[in-house]
């Protein structure tokens, strides 16, 4: 009845969003455990999986290799042809946009962890075409061009991030912002500017004290000769890391 169905709705939902919170510390395994259970299986019935769920699966998948990103390929595929299929009703397209930008930046974000700069660029430049206005697909892309070590390339990208930031004007996040300061000590610290850098890191250290910010301070502290601020730095930047961190 309704009240059955209620119910397993609920256990789905409780049972993905701690597979989620296993999977985003790093308990790949423990995630797959739930997610491809007999009991969440049960749950389900004949009933479709919720996209949230379909996408941690691939996740799951991908953890275990490069076979497993086909379940990442495979479920952007599905949100392309979901746009298409519904393409007369805006609101469903615009979701499964959505969702096609959260595919994409997970294989993306996968590919620089693996150091593959050219294929995480090729789904940035899909993440840019779908989204024009998003400031952040041009600073992924900007990283990835400095990991292959294009400075000009990551400076375009950087320039572009932040003149799109600055035309969001009061709309632009904290987040946003600080993006911009963070890129700009990316790439002065990659173009051997280092005290540049350092005075770039120093100042953003005071509004965010992230692990990344922390391990590319203490970078910039070691090639102006301030190793005693280095070590500090690395030192709070393991207390502070977090999975997925880099």
Not at 43 to 49: E, N, V, Y
Not at 145 to 171: N, P, Q, V, Y
Not at 173 to 179: G, T
Not at 197 to 220: E, G, I, R
Request: proline letters at 2%.
């Amino acid at each position: 009845g309704d009240d059955d169905d209620s119910s397993s709705d609920a256990k789905i939902g409780r049972e993905t969003r701690r597979a989620g919170a296993m999977l985003a510390s790093g308990r790949a395994s423990d995630a797959r455990e739930i997610l491809f259970s007999s009991a969440f299986e049960d749950a389900c019935g004949r009933k479709a999986l919720p996209f949230a769920a379909l996408a941690l699966r691939a996740e799951c998948e991908a953890e275990r290799g490069a076979a497993g990103e086909d379940a990442l390929g495979a479920l952007y595929a599905l949100c392309i042809d979901m746009v298409r299929e519904r393409a007369n009703d805006e609101v469903v397209v615009e979701e499964w946009r959505r969702r096609s930008r959260a595919v994409a930046l997970a294989m993306s974000s996968r590919m620089m962890r693996k150091g593959d700069a050219r294929a995480a660029l090729a789904w940035l430049d899909a993440l840019a075409r779908s989204a024009p206005s998003e400031p952040s697909y041009r600073s992924a892309a900007g990283r990835a061009h400095l990991m292959m070590g294009d400075l000009e390339g990551a400076r375009l990208c950087f320039e572009s991030a932040e003149a799109l930031t600055l035309a969001l004007g009061s709309a632009a996040s904290e987040a946003q912002k600080l993006d911009v300061s963070r890129d700009r000590g990316e790439y002065l610290l990659a173009g051997a500017r280092f005290r540049e850098a350092k005075d770039t890191f120093d100042a953003l250290l005071a509004k965010s004290q992230d692990a990344t910010t922390m391990v590319n301070a203490a970078v910039a502290a070691v090639y102006n000769g301030d190793l005693d601020t280095s070590r500090a730095l690395l030192e709070k930047s393991l207390l502070e890391a977090k999975p997925g961190d880099v």
